[in-house]
Protein backbone atom coordinates (compact mmCIF):
# COMPACT_ATOMS: atom_id res chain seq x y z
CA UNK A 1 0.00 0.00 0.00
CA UNK A 2 1.83 3.35 -1.24
CA UNK A 3 2.71 5.28 2.17
CA UNK A 4 3.67 8.96 2.55
CA UNK A 5 6.57 8.94 0.29
CA UNK A 6 4.67 6.94 -2.71
CA UNK A 7 1.55 9.55 -2.18
CA UNK A 8 3.75 12.92 -2.04
CA UNK A 9 5.57 11.35 -5.41
CA UNK A 10 2.22 10.91 -7.45
CA UNK A 11 0.60 14.32 -5.32
CA UNK A 12 3.60 16.13 -6.93
CA UNK A 13 3.00 15.20 -10.17
CA UNK A 14 -0.26 15.48 -10.70
CA UNK A 15 0.17 19.64 -8.93
CA UNK A 16 2.47 19.72 -12.18
CA UNK A 17 0.52 18.16 -15.01
CA UNK A 18 -3.26 18.83 -14.00
CA UNK A 19 -3.42 21.74 -11.66
CA UNK A 20 -5.25 24.67 -12.83
CA UNK A 21 -7.12 22.40 -15.19
CA UNK A 22 -11.30 22.78 -15.34
CA UNK A 23 -13.05 19.21 -14.94
CA UNK A 24 -15.69 19.34 -17.90
CA UNK A 25 -17.56 15.89 -17.58
CA UNK A 26 -17.54 12.98 -15.13
CA UNK A 27 -17.33 9.04 -16.49
CA UNK A 28 -17.83 6.50 -13.24
CA UNK A 29 -17.52 2.42 -14.09
CA UNK A 30 -17.42 0.61 -10.70
CA UNK A 31 -18.26 2.34 -7.83
CA UNK A 32 -17.57 0.52 -4.76
CA UNK A 33 -14.64 2.12 -3.45
CA UNK A 34 -16.52 5.46 -3.87
CA UNK A 35 -18.35 7.30 -0.63
CA UNK A 36 -20.87 8.74 -2.90
CA UNK A 37 -21.03 8.53 -6.66
CA UNK A 38 -23.56 10.94 -7.13
CA UNK A 39 -22.04 13.79 -5.10
CA UNK A 40 -19.14 13.15 -7.91
CA UNK A 41 -20.90 12.87 -10.86
CA UNK A 42 -22.88 16.11 -9.68
CA UNK A 43 -20.14 18.39 -7.80
CA UNK A 44 -16.91 18.08 -9.96
CA UNK A 45 -18.09 18.75 -13.58
CA UNK A 46 -17.26 22.29 -13.87
CA UNK A 47 -14.83 22.67 -10.77
CA UNK A 48 -11.17 23.84 -11.88
CA UNK A 49 -8.35 21.46 -9.74
CA UNK A 50 -6.87 24.48 -7.67
CA UNK A 51 -4.18 22.34 -5.91
CA UNK A 52 -3.18 18.71 -5.28
CA UNK A 53 -1.80 17.58 -2.39
CA UNK A 54 -0.88 14.81 -0.07
CA UNK A 55 -2.35 14.42 3.12
CA UNK A 56 -1.37 11.57 4.92
CA UNK A 57 -1.46 8.43 3.15
CA UNK A 58 -4.75 10.37 1.25
CA UNK A 59 -4.39 13.01 -1.56
CA UNK A 60 -6.62 15.63 -1.88
CA UNK A 61 -7.79 17.54 -5.31
CA UNK A 62 -8.61 21.09 -4.09
CA UNK A 63 -11.62 21.88 -5.64
CA UNK A 64 -12.46 25.72 -7.04
CA UNK A 65 -15.89 26.81 -8.70
CA UNK A 66 -14.44 28.06 -12.07
CA UNK A 67 -17.06 31.09 -12.14
CA UNK A 68 -15.27 32.21 -9.27
CA UNK A 69 -11.74 32.01 -9.47
CA UNK A 70 -9.08 33.30 -11.65
CA UNK A 71 -7.60 30.06 -13.49
CA UNK A 72 -4.00 29.45 -12.75
CA UNK A 73 -1.63 28.10 -15.37
CA UNK A 74 -1.18 24.88 -15.60
CA UNK A 75 1.28 23.29 -12.94
CA UNK A 76 1.01 26.81 -11.24
CA UNK A 77 -1.97 25.77 -8.59
CA UNK A 78 -1.11 29.30 -6.88
CA UNK A 79 -4.97 29.90 -6.25
CA UNK A 80 -6.01 29.31 -2.26
CA UNK A 81 -7.01 25.70 -1.34
CA UNK A 82 -10.91 25.96 -0.94
CA UNK A 83 -13.42 24.24 1.81
CA UNK A 84 -14.08 21.38 -1.41
CA UNK A 85 -12.07 18.28 -2.26
CA UNK A 86 -11.49 15.13 -3.90
CA UNK A 87 -10.45 12.45 -1.37
CA UNK A 88 -8.15 10.15 -3.26
CA UNK A 89 -6.64 6.98 -1.25
CA UNK A 90 -5.15 4.38 -3.65
CA UNK A 91 -5.31 1.61 -1.78
CA UNK A 92 -3.11 -1.49 -2.84
CA UNK A 93 -3.58 -1.20 -6.72
CA UNK A 94 -4.50 2.18 -7.44
CA UNK A 95 -3.20 4.68 -9.65
CA UNK A 96 -4.40 8.20 -10.66
CA UNK A 97 -2.66 9.69 -13.58
CA UNK A 98 -3.42 12.18 -16.72
CA UNK A 99 -3.81 10.53 -19.84
CA UNK A 100 -4.93 11.52 -23.36
CA UNK A 101 -8.57 11.21 -24.01
CA UNK A 102 -8.16 8.95 -27.14
CA UNK A 103 -5.58 6.68 -25.70
CA UNK A 104 -7.25 2.97 -25.14
CA UNK A 105 -8.64 2.55 -21.31
CA UNK A 106 -6.25 -0.11 -19.52
CA UNK A 107 -7.71 -2.75 -17.89
CA UNK A 108 -9.50 -2.19 -14.05
CA UNK A 109 -10.00 1.76 -15.37
CA UNK A 110 -12.84 2.62 -13.26
CA UNK A 111 -13.31 6.74 -13.05
CA UNK A 112 -12.37 9.20 -15.73
CA UNK A 113 -12.44 12.91 -15.07
CA UNK A 114 -12.15 14.62 -18.56
CA UNK A 115 -10.13 17.72 -18.59
CA UNK A 116 -10.29 21.45 -20.27
CA UNK A 117 -7.42 20.79 -22.40
CA UNK A 118 -8.66 17.41 -24.46
CA UNK A 119 -6.93 15.06 -21.75
CA UNK A 120 -8.24 12.94 -18.70
CA UNK A 121 -7.86 12.08 -15.29
CA UNK A 122 -7.86 8.26 -15.24
CA UNK A 123 -8.27 6.15 -12.12
CA UNK A 124 -7.77 2.68 -12.09
CA UNK A 125 -7.62 0.36 -9.52
CA UNK A 126 -7.42 -3.93 -10.05
CA UNK A 127 -7.95 -4.51 -6.36
CA UNK A 128 -10.51 -1.29 -5.42
CA UNK A 129 -9.25 -1.68 -2.03
CA UNK A 130 -8.90 2.16 -2.48
CA UNK A 131 -11.15 5.30 -1.69
CA UNK A 132 -12.45 8.21 -2.98
CA UNK A 133 -15.09 10.35 -1.96
CA UNK A 134 -15.86 14.48 -2.52
CA UNK A 135 -15.80 16.42 0.76
CA UNK A 136 -16.96 19.45 1.40
CA UNK A 137 -17.04 22.37 4.32
CA UNK A 138 -17.70 20.86 7.48
CA UNK A 139 -17.53 17.11 6.29
CA UNK A 140 -14.09 18.00 5.03
CA UNK A 141 -13.08 19.28 8.38
CA UNK A 142 -14.38 16.15 10.59
CA UNK A 143 -12.37 13.97 7.85
CA UNK A 144 -9.15 15.70 8.20
CA UNK A 145 -9.36 16.20 11.82
CA UNK A 146 -9.64 12.36 12.40
CA UNK A 147 -5.71 12.29 11.73
CA UNK A 148 -2.55 12.98 13.87
CA UNK A 149 0.53 14.62 13.11
CA UNK A 150 2.00 15.52 10.29
CA UNK A 151 5.84 12.97 10.16
CA UNK A 152 7.78 15.60 8.03
CA UNK A 153 6.41 18.83 9.89
CA UNK A 154 5.81 17.21 13.45
CA UNK A 155 8.12 18.80 16.40
CA UNK A 156 10.47 16.82 18.74
CA UNK A 157 8.13 17.90 21.61
CA UNK A 158 4.86 16.70 19.98
CA UNK A 159 7.00 13.89 18.77
CA UNK A 160 7.99 12.64 22.02
CA UNK A 161 3.87 13.52 23.61
CA UNK A 162 2.29 11.50 21.33
CA UNK A 163 4.63 8.67 21.62
CA UNK A 164 5.36 8.12 24.98
CA UNK A 165 2.25 8.76 26.07
CA UNK A 166 1.03 5.35 25.22
CA UNK A 167 1.68 1.75 26.61
CA UNK A 168 1.43 0.72 22.62
CA UNK A 169 4.18 -0.68 21.41
CA UNK A 170 6.48 1.26 19.19
CA UNK A 171 5.61 -0.23 16.06
CA UNK A 172 1.90 -0.40 16.66
CA UNK A 173 2.35 3.76 17.56
CA UNK A 174 4.33 4.92 14.27
CA UNK A 175 1.45 2.58 11.72
CA UNK A 176 -1.24 4.32 14.12
CA UNK A 177 -2.97 6.72 11.58
CA UNK A 178 -4.50 9.08 14.73
CA UNK A 179 -0.80 9.37 16.31
CA UNK A 180 1.21 10.10 12.82
CA UNK A 181 -0.40 10.16 9.45
CA UNK A 182 1.09 8.45 6.60
CA UNK A 183 3.70 6.44 7.64
CA UNK A 184 3.04 2.30 7.30
CA UNK A 185 5.30 -0.77 7.43
CA UNK A 186 7.64 -0.02 5.51
CA UNK A 187 9.00 3.20 7.09
CA UNK A 188 8.29 2.08 9.94
CA UNK A 189 10.76 -0.63 10.02
CA UNK A 190 13.09 1.08 8.45
CA UNK A 191 12.96 4.56 10.99
CA UNK A 192 13.15 1.95 14.20
CA UNK A 193 16.24 -0.27 12.45
CA UNK A 194 18.01 3.54 11.90
CA UNK A 195 17.11 4.61 15.70
CA UNK A 196 17.78 1.01 17.09
CA UNK A 197 14.82 0.45 18.91
CA UNK A 198 13.14 -2.69 18.75
CA UNK A 199 9.39 -2.82 17.39
CA UNK A 200 7.92 -4.32 20.54
CA UNK A 201 9.35 -1.77 22.71
CA UNK A 202 6.12 -0.04 24.38
CA UNK A 203 6.39 3.53 23.41
CA UNK A 204 5.85 4.71 27.28
CA UNK A 205 9.03 3.11 27.39
CA UNK A 206 11.19 5.16 24.95
CA UNK A 207 13.71 7.97 26.24
CA UNK A 208 13.76 11.29 25.77
CA UNK A 209 16.69 10.84 23.35
CA UNK A 210 15.49 7.64 21.54
CA UNK A 211 12.41 10.03 20.90
CA UNK A 212 14.39 12.16 19.59
CA UNK A 213 16.83 9.99 17.51
CA UNK A 214 13.74 8.28 16.22
CA UNK A 215 12.13 11.08 15.04
CA UNK A 216 15.11 12.33 13.16
CA UNK A 217 15.64 8.86 11.85
CA UNK A 218 12.00 9.22 10.58
CA UNK A 219 12.04 12.18 9.23
CA UNK A 220 15.36 11.72 7.13
CA UNK A 221 14.14 8.57 5.73
CA UNK A 222 10.83 9.78 4.49
CA UNK A 223 12.85 12.81 2.73
CA UNK A 224 14.89 10.83 1.19
CA UNK A 225 12.45 7.99 0.28
CA UNK A 226 10.49 11.08 -1.57
CA UNK A 227 13.21 12.18 -3.42
CA UNK A 228 14.00 8.94 -4.73
CA UNK A 229 10.11 8.96 -5.86
CA UNK A 230 9.46 6.51 -3.14
CA UNK A 231 9.73 2.59 -2.90
CA UNK A 232 8.11 0.05 -5.68
CA UNK A 233 7.13 -3.46 -4.08
CA UNK A 234 4.84 -4.64 -6.21
CA UNK A 235 3.34 -2.43 -9.23
CA UNK A 236 3.06 0.97 -7.60
CA UNK A 237 4.16 3.76 -10.35
CA UNK A 238 3.77 7.71 -9.62
CA UNK A 239 1.48 9.75 -11.87
CA UNK A 240 4.11 9.44 -14.94
CA UNK A 241 4.29 5.94 -14.62
CA UNK A 242 7.68 5.60 -13.16
CA UNK A 243 8.80 3.37 -10.77
CA UNK A 244 10.05 4.31 -7.22
CA UNK A 245 14.32 3.72 -6.31
CA UNK A 246 13.81 3.52 -2.75
CA UNK A 247 13.55 -0.04 -2.30
CA UNK A 248 17.20 -0.23 -3.33
CA UNK A 249 18.08 1.63 0.23
CA UNK A 250 15.98 -0.87 2.47
CA UNK A 251 18.14 -1.87 5.54
CA UNK A 252 15.45 -3.92 7.16
CA UNK A 253 12.09 -4.26 5.33
CA UNK A 254 12.01 -7.39 3.22
CA UNK A 255 15.44 -8.50 4.06
CA UNK A 256 14.70 -11.38 6.66
CA UNK A 257 17.60 -13.65 6.15
CA UNK A 258 19.67 -11.56 4.93
CA UNK A 259 22.77 -9.68 6.80
CA UNK A 260 22.24 -6.61 8.59
CA UNK A 261 24.95 -3.71 6.80
CA UNK A 262 25.36 -2.70 10.73
CA UNK A 263 26.34 -5.12 12.61
CA UNK A 264 25.86 -9.16 10.35
CA UNK A 265 23.44 -10.29 12.31
CA UNK A 266 20.88 -11.98 10.14
CA UNK A 267 17.42 -9.58 9.83
CA UNK A 268 14.46 -11.51 11.26
CA UNK A 269 11.10 -10.75 10.56
CA UNK A 270 8.38 -11.09 13.85
CA UNK A 271 4.48 -10.06 13.97
CA UNK A 272 3.95 -6.59 16.00
CA UNK A 273 0.54 -5.41 16.69
CA UNK A 274 -0.59 -7.84 13.55
CA UNK A 275 1.95 -6.83 11.06
CA UNK A 276 5.03 -7.82 9.89
CA UNK A 277 7.72 -6.43 11.42
CA UNK A 278 11.54 -6.87 10.28
CA UNK A 279 14.40 -5.80 12.65
CA UNK A 280 17.41 -7.07 13.67
CA UNK A 281 18.62 -8.93 16.91
CA UNK A 282 21.81 -7.28 17.42
CA UNK A 283 21.31 -3.62 16.84
CA UNK A 284 17.53 -3.45 18.11
CA UNK A 285 17.46 -5.07 21.63
CA UNK A 286 14.56 -6.55 22.61
CA UNK A 287 12.93 -5.40 25.30
CA UNK A 288 12.54 -6.74 28.61
CA UNK A 289 9.52 -8.63 29.68
CA UNK A 290 9.21 -6.00 32.35
CA UNK A 291 8.37 -3.63 30.05
CA UNK A 292 6.16 -5.38 28.09
CA UNK A 293 4.36 -6.61 30.92
CA UNK A 294 4.11 -2.98 32.45
CA UNK A 295 1.62 -2.56 35.55
CA UNK A 296 1.16 -5.99 36.17
CA UNK A 297 5.17 -6.18 36.95
CA UNK A 298 4.66 -3.31 38.95
CA UNK A 299 1.32 -4.88 41.00
CA UNK A 300 3.60 -8.29 41.34
CA UNK A 301 6.13 -6.16 43.45
CA UNK A 302 3.83 -4.29 45.03
CA UNK A 303 2.25 -7.53 46.31
CA UNK A 304 5.25 -9.26 47.07
CA UNK A 305 6.20 -6.01 48.94
CA UNK A 306 2.78 -5.75 50.83
CA UNK A 307 3.53 -9.53 52.10
CA UNK A 308 6.84 -8.65 52.97
Known amino acids: MPELP ?20 VTLRKTDFIDDPGAIERELPGRTIAKVERFGKFMLLRLI ?15 SPSSQAL ?13 FAGQPLEKHTHVMFALDDGRELRYTDARRFGRMAYLADETLTQELQRFGAEPLLVSEKEFA ?16 QRVLRGV ?17 KPGEKLTLQESATLRRALQKILQKAIVMRGSSIADFVDAEGRSGDYQRHHKAYGREGEKCRRCGRNIRRIIVAGRSSHFCPGC ?18 RVRTSKR
Open 65 to 79: PSANASQPQPGEGAA
Open 184 to 200: GNIYADESLWAAGIHPA
Open 284 to 301: QRAPRKAELSGRKTKRRA
Open 87 to 99: LVHLGMTGNLAPH
Open 161 to 176: ERIRGSKARIKALLLD
Open 6 to 25: EVETVARGLQISVAGRRILS
